[in-house]
């Protein structure tokens, strides 16, 4: 099983920056990709961004240009920057762990991105 935690979720005004990171743990051997989902109220989860662990990234077209995703293998982390924030960014983010064994995502519980008009 792999282990997922966030942090760094907060309030910041439009236009604001925030740095979320995930501490992932367990087994990850089967991990071959790390993401970021979102999912604001009254809305589906989204995909927002991942990256492979050979440094391969996507995104979703939303946040293209406004987001970083990075990974420190050594420490079985990975952040994402977001910059020039939107009201519409408002979501719980969670961090994701796609898995080549079981073809599906783990999850973390996720943290709370509050973006102020």
């Known amino acids: 099983q792999v282990q997922l935690v966030e942090s760094g979720g907060g309030l910041v005004q439009a236009g604001g920056s925030l740095r979320l990171s995930c501490a992932a743990s367990?087994?990850?051997?089967?991990?071959?990709?790390m993401g970021w989902f979102r999912q604001a109220p009254g809305k589906q989860r989204e995909f927002v961004v991942s990256i492979t662990n050979g440094g391969s990234t996507r995104a979703a077209d939303s946040v293209k240009g406004r987001i970083t995703i990075s990974r420190d293998n050594g420490k079985n982390t990975v952040s994402l920057e977001m910059n020039s924030l939107k009201p519409e960014d408002t979501a719980v983010y969670y961090c994701?762990?796609?898995?080549?064994?079981?073809?599906?995502?783990?999850w973390g519980p996720g943290t709370q991105v509050t973006v102020s008009s």
């Open positions: 367990g087994s990850l051997f089967s991990i071959n990709a």
């Open positions: 994701a762990g796609f898995s080549s064994r079981t073809l599906s995502w783990s």
